[in-house]
């Protein structure tokens, strides 16, 4: 027997969706006959000690995942579960995405106090979102709401919403489901009225490179469509040179047809891309579908570029 140690942070969300992920590999070796067992450690990350500045104003990539890396190439932990949008794009050498398990729900949602959907709020109604992608969109959609920011973890969100600090407040409808607290959504935003953070929904089981029996459990947890689709999205923030607090976001779906689904010829990856100004003067989108996620995360952006997107990153990054 080898005891798997998994790193993760202590908020109610990552203790979750840990607790999740190893329920699910604990099957897997059943099924498959790996002698593991899983231990969670708890890590305090830099993203968890600042809980009271505005994500966008501290900077730097990674906030939530560097602690974590260090206890895993220092083999005090074995593994770790990220939130997909929390994850960098580059891992420090000798670590690894070992699997992409399959995508939760992609959506922002709506959580309001009184039930009342985007539409239906009063002009002039607080919404609660530290992201500059949700703000960018959402006052597109509603330009005379007062969108102010918050944040913590998603429960002290909700506590935040319930106690009248705001009448309405987004969070990813993932965390939510996660949490079994989707009856408090109030309405789902689509696609179309706001796009996701890049790999929303998503998770990323990191291990170390040379770890190979972990490794082999984990492929067999890997999601294709999930990797491939989540490969575009992350593709495309690289290029336009991303991380969470740029109004960047993009979501993509993969078609395959034929009895031969895996094959390349046969699967076709779409992605939506969009670069906003920070009040929602300007939303920029582009689409692109090919077979290449490498190819259709640069396409996108490249149009992206070709539309003024450079410009209003470079003010934002001033
Ligand atoms: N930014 C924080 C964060 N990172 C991951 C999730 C949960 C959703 C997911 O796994 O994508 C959340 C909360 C939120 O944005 O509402």
Not at 30 to 58: M, Q
Request: proline content about 4%; hydrophobic content about 40%; some cysteine.
């Amino acid at each position: 027997m080898r005891t798997i140690i998994v790193g993760s942070r202590q908020s109610a969300l990552a203790l979750t969706q840990t607790g999740q992920v190893i329920d699910d590999l604990q099957r897997l070796c059943a099924e498959h006959g790996f002698p593991f067992t899983f231990e969670v450690k708890k890590i305090v990350t830099k993203g968890d000690r600042i809980l009271d500045v505005t994500l966008s104003k501290v900077g730097g990539k990674g906030l939530f995942v560097k602690e974590i890396e260090q206890a895993m190439l220092e083999r005090e932990i074995d593994m770790a579960v990220h939130s997909m949008k929390d994850m960098p794009s580059e891992l420090p050498e000798g670590l690894i995405n070992g699997a992409v398990p399959r995508r939760a729900d992609p959506r922002d949602c709506l959580i309001s106090r009184g039930g009342l959907k985007l539409a239906d709020l009063p002009s002039g109604a607080r919404v609660g979102t530290s992201s500059l992608r949700r703000s960018s969109q959402l006052a597109a959609l509603r330009p005379d709401l007062v969108i102010e920011p918050v944040r913590g973890n998603i429960d002290s969100r909700l506590r935040k919403l319930e106690s009248g600090e705001y009448d309405a407040i987004v969070l990813a409808a993932a965390g939510l489901a996660r949490m079994g607290w989707q009856d408090r959504v109030t309405a789902y935003l689509t696609p179309g009225e706001c796009l996701p953070a890049v790999g929303q929904g998503a998770l990323g089981i990191e291990c170390r490179v040379e770890d190979d029996e972990l490794r082999r459990l984990l492929s067999l947890y890997n999601d294709e469509e999930t990797a491939l689709t989540v490969a575009a999205e992350r593709r495309f923030l690289g290029v336009l040179n991303g991380g969470c607090q740029v109004p960047i976001g993009a979501f993509a779906t993969l078609e395959s047809s034929g009895e031969d689904s895996g094959a390349e010829a046969s699967r076709s990856i779409t992605l939506t891309g969009m670069v906003g100004t920070p009040g929602g003067a300007v939303i920029l989108k582009e689409s692109c579908t090919g077979t290449d996620p490498v190819q259709v995360g640069e396409e996108t952006a490249r149009r992206l570029i070709a539309k003024g997107a450079e410009k209003i990153l470079a003010e934002l990054r001033g």
